[in-house]
Each structure stands twice: as structure tokens, then as C-alpha cells.
């Protein structure tokens, strides 16, 4: 639904952009991901200042661990783990729709086999 403007808009409060042009703008996706760090920050000074410092460690820890778990190399990891301990696996952003590497034309260039053989150093 568009926003209808009921009146004038106030230069003097919103400078020269009218407030509906401030609700239009579409942020940087970098912005996104830097507004997501500092909310898990500010999330883990709320749970220290009501359950104590264990809790926010264990969190802290908890997405350490989540950060590490992948796939084998060369496949694709989703990192389920990270979205779920982060709070951003109930919203559906632009990336999850449209971002999917599952559904791209071109394969990769490598097998996984020889990409095991090389991190393991066995060739």
C-alpha cells in the first residue's frame, strides 16, 4: 500500500526530502548486515545484564560454534545453525529468495573429491 501524505511536510524537521521519500529509500544490503552485528551485541548485553555473564559467554560461544560448522569444500553451506542462533531464520529477506546457489545455471569447476585431497593434503 503507498503511504498518502495528510500534510505538508516540515523542511525545517525532515530537511529537503519529504517523509515519504525517507520511507522509500532502500538501505545499502551491507547496512543489513551490520544493523544484524550490532543487534546480536546488543542482544548479548541484555541477556549479561538480566541472566549474568554465563549466559552471554555461552551465547557468544554458541555463535562461534554455529560460524564454524560448514560442508565439505566446495559445496555450498547454508549455515542454518548461525540464522537460527542469530534470530534470522523466521524472516525471509531479498538474498533467500533470489540468492539461492542451488539454482544457478553453471556447475562448479571442481569435484569435491579433489577438493578433500587438497585440504587434507593427500596429493
Known amino acids: 500500500m503507498m503511504p498518502v501524505m495528510r500534510a505538508p511536510a ?3 524537521r525532515h530537511g529537503l526530502q ?9 538501505g ?4 543489513s548486515a551490520l544493523r544484524s552485528h ?3 551485541a546488543q542482544k548479548c548485553d541484555m541477556v549479561r ?18 560460524e564454524q560448522i560448514q560442508r565439505l569444500p566446495g559445496l555450498p553451506s547454508s549455515f542454518v545453525a548461525l540464522q537460527t542462533v542469530l534470530g ?22 571442481f569435484k569435491v573429491h579433489e577438493a578433500m585431497e587438497v585440504k587434507l593434503g593427500l596429493n
Open 49 to 66: 545484564r538480566i541472566y549474568g555473564c554465563a549466559a552471554a559467554m555461552r551465547l557468544k560461544s554458541e555463535r562461534t560454534a554455529a
Open 38 to 40: 550490532d543487534e546480536f
Open 10 to 12: 516540515d523542511q525545517m
Open 88 to 109: 534470522e531464520d523466521d524472516t525471509i529477506n531479498f538474498e533467500d529468495v533470489l540468492n539461492d546457489p542451488f539454482e544457478r545455471p553453471v556447475e562448479p569447476s
Open 28 to 31: 545499502h544490503p551491507l547496512e
Open 18 to 26: 519529504t517523509p515519504m521519500a525517507l520511507e522509500t529509500n532502500q
